[in-house]
C-alpha cells in the first residue's frame, strides 16, 4: 500500500465566458498547468455562483452566451504551485485563487500495462 504525500491542492474560479486571446481562460490556464509539468487538473463547471461583482452566474440550458462559473482544481507540491501564482495572477483579469492543504495518493498504471 503507497503512502499518501503532502501537497497543495490550488482552486481558480473564473467565468466561463473569461477569454485568454480567442481561446476560453480555462483552456489556457489547463494547457499553462500541463507545460508546467503539474501534477493534474480537472475544470469544473458550475451551475450557479456569484463573485465580486456579486453577479449571478447561471448555466441556463439554450442560452446562446452562457457563463457558467469554472472551477479548475489542481494538485501537486507545494513549490510548484506557488512558483505558479505569479503566471495565473497574470493570466486572470477577475476571479478567485486558493490554495489548501491536502495529502494525496497518485495511482498509475504500470508503463507495459497502458499500451
Excluded: W
Amino acid at each position: 500500500m503507497e503512502a499518501f504525500q503532502v501537497g497543495k491542492m490550488v482552486r481558480i474560479f473564473v467565468d466561463e465566458r473569461d477569454r485568454r486571446g480567442v481561446q476560453p481562460l480555462y483552456t489556457a490556464i489547463v494547457e499553462l498547468l500541463r507545460k508546467r509539468g503539474v501534477a493534474g487538473a480537472t475544470v469544473l463547471r458550475g451551475i450557479e455562483g456569484f463573485g465580486a461583482q456579486q453577479e449571478i452566474h447561471v448555466a441556463k440550458p439554450f442560452s446562446p452566451m452562457p457563463n457558467s462559473p469554472i472551477l479548475i482544481e489542481v494538485v501537486d507540491e507545494e513549490e510548484r504551485l506557488r512558483a505558479l501564482i505569479p503566471e495565473l495572477e497574470a493570466m486572470i483579469g477577475e476571479g478567485l485563487i486558493t490554495i489548501e492543504n491536502i495529502s494525496y495518493l497518485r495511482l498509475q498504471r504500470p508503463a507495459e500495462a497502458s499500451r
